[in-house]
């Protein structure tokens, strides 16, 4: 039996990571645009990315205008074409990986049916037509038409507000192993947010960065939808940082490095996350950190930080006071990541309520604990700055020593590997 470690670098072999997008160099000079535009659903929808999901039906997939370094040969064009439907000559085969089709996806318990049975109802009208989502007919990215059974269902990984996840593998060769999550359309209209998840998922389907997780297709039936994203082999960071109570320094500040150049990415791509957090980050099979939460999974409740809208936490002056913001929101939550990650609490948590939380955030009230190092510090106080436009730029946050210091020797995704 081939050994997931074994199977992840064959998958980054096959260029299911970065190395055609651009992002594998060493620590890039930022490249985000300075928005003008403070509009964050504006930004938000602003984006572009290379299509490396051809459509083995369309002729000319259709090339988005503000696209640069497009690639019809990245990753994601070589994923296993199940459709018997699909022409055998639109994209170069994947090479042969027989090692995917060994890992043990583990025992499925039939959720996805036993669920389908007693959850959710079929959507008519307006809503029905917005989670119609498909890939295969996705108007800039167009995908092969993927169902249900193209897949072997394995463990369950979770559950989520609108339904649950399992690791699953492709039945044809190479045998891709994925994480398909399911969201009940009912229960997403119930929560109004059906624009909002069409909308992340078309972002998140067009993002493709080593840190970023990928969605690599996405169908529906009468009452689910199915998100195919990349598997996040070590689950959860918020589990690992809870198990621990906190990290040392040089880990932090590899997790550090990986999120300024994952949001530098996202940046480039007018995309502000603004939802940084630990509970939205899960780590890869190799530890490398991996956002995976662009806003379209309501987090079911457990140990996570659950309140009417999230954490307040991460929230920076300018989100708290309901003034204009913009992508230095996410420097912002970079510096709390920073300060949470080695403390083991964000800085300006107060227990006694939302209120004081609010209040201390306004005031920067920030007190760093003495067994945090001076570099470590230095960079907290950086990003943590009242003014977005002094906070530290991601490019300097990637330069900045006490990263440097920590930065792994072996090659990582932000670092050529
Ligand atoms: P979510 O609906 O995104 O909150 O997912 C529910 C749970 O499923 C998460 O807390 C993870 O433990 C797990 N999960 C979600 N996506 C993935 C993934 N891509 N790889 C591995 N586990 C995942």
Not at 348 to 359: H, P, S
Request: hydrophobic letters at 35%; charged letters at 25%; aromatic letters at 8%.
């Amino acid at each position: 039996m081939a050994n997931i470690g074994a199977v992840t670098r064959q998958i980054a072999a096959l260029e299911i990571s970065s190395k055609q997008n651009g992002a594998s160099k060493p620590a890039r000079p930022t490249h985000q645009k300075h928005t003008s535009q403070t509009s964050v659903s504006k930004l938000l929808t602003k984006f572009a990315a290379p299509n490396p999901f051809p459509d083995p039906k369309a002729k000319a997939p259709a090339k988005p205008h503000h696209v640069k370094g497009s690639s019809s040969t990245s990753s994601v064009s070589k994923l296993p074409t199940a459709n018997a439907k699909a022409p055998a000559a639109r994209t170069p085969s994947p090479p042969k990986n027989d090692a995917q089709g060994d890992i043990d996806i583990g025992h499925y318990d039939g959720g996805f049916e036993i669920e389908n049975e007693k959850r959710g109802e079929a959507v008519h009208g307006e809503a029905a037509e917005q989670l119609a989502l498909d890939s295969s007919v996705s108007r800039t990215r167009p995908t092969r038409e993927w169902h249900l059974t193209d897949f072997d269902i394995g463990r369950p990984l979770g559950k989520g507000k609108f339904g649950r996840v399992y690791m699953i593998r492709t039945k044809v060769e190479p045998k891709y192993i994925l994480a398909l999550k399911c969201l009940y359309k009912s229960e997403i209209v119930q929560s109004r947010v059906e624009k909002q998840i069409r909308r992340e998922i078309e972002i998140q389907q067009n993002l493709r960065h080593p840190h970023v997780l990928r969605l690599y297709g996405y169908f529906h039936d009468e009452k689910r939808i199915f998100l195919m994203i990349e598997f996040a082999g070590k689950g959860e960071l918020y589990k690992q940082l809870t198990k621990n109570g906190c990290f040392t320094e040089r880990r932090s500040a590899i997790y550090i490095d990986q999120m300024a150049d994952a949001l530098s990415y996202l940046h480039s791509k007018h995309v502000i996350h603004r939802d940084i957090k630990p509970e939205n980050l899960l780590l890869g099979i190799n530890g490398e950190l991996k956002i995976g939460d662009f806003g379209w999974s309501v987090h079911a409740p457990g140990n996570r930080r659950t309140t009417l809208c999230g954490t307040l936490d991460y929230l920076p002056p300018e989100m708290v006071e309901g003034r204009d913001h913009n992508e230095k929101v996410d420097y912002w939550a970079l510096g709390v990541l920073t300060y949470e990650f080695i403390v083991g609490s964000p800085p300006f948590e107060d227990l006694t309520g939302y209120n004081a939380t609010y209040k201390r955030i306004a005031k920067v009230d920030l007190k760093v604990p003495p067994k945090v190092s001076a570099d470590a510090r230095d960079l907290i106080i950086k990003l943590l700055q009242y003014d977005p436009e002094k906070r530290l730029p991601l490019a300097d946050v990637r330069r900045h020593p006490w990263v440097v210091r920590y930065r792994t020797k072996a090659p990582s995704a932000g670092e050529g590997s």
